[in-house]
Nanobody, 127 residues
């Protein structure tokens, strides 16, 4: 059974930091791309970052570039999203997702064309 489990969400003040964790099982971790997506209340889902677990290459959308860092630990089948300098507009449910690495990371991130999805973790940034 494929599972993606996110953790690490919570309430933080603006300017603070959180680290989200995505732990995967049930598929071959190191030949997939793992992405982080978020959905704020009343808004569409937004892809924000993606990593190729085989190559280590990464992609960030402009909204998080320079503030968020995605990394993977293939030995633990885990991907992390370090979020610094958080803003109230970062408030959302954050999801991780996995897909075969068959397209450039920007395409996978913007399209959300992933095969497996977690259930999400809530991040709330207070002003």
């Amino acid at each position: 059974e494929v599972q993606l489990v996110e953790s690490g969400g919570g309430l933080v003040q603006a300017g603070g930091s959180l680290r989200l964790t995505c732990t995967a099982s049930g598929f071959t971790f190191d030949d997939h791309a793992i992405g982080w997506f978020r959905q704020a209340p009343g808004k569409e889902r937004e892809g924000i970052s993606c990593i190729s677990t085989s190559e280590g290459s990464t992609y960030y959308t402009d909204s998080v570039k320079g503030r968020f860092t995605i990394t993977s630990d293939n030995a633990k089948n885990t991907v992390y999203l370090q979020m610094n300098s958080l803003k109230p507009e970062d408030t959302a449910v954050y999801y991780c997702a996995a897909g075969e690495y068959v397209a450039p990371l920007p395409i996978l991130t913007s399209s959300g064309a992933m095969d497996y999805w977690g259930k999400g973790t809530l991040v709330t940034v207070s002003s």
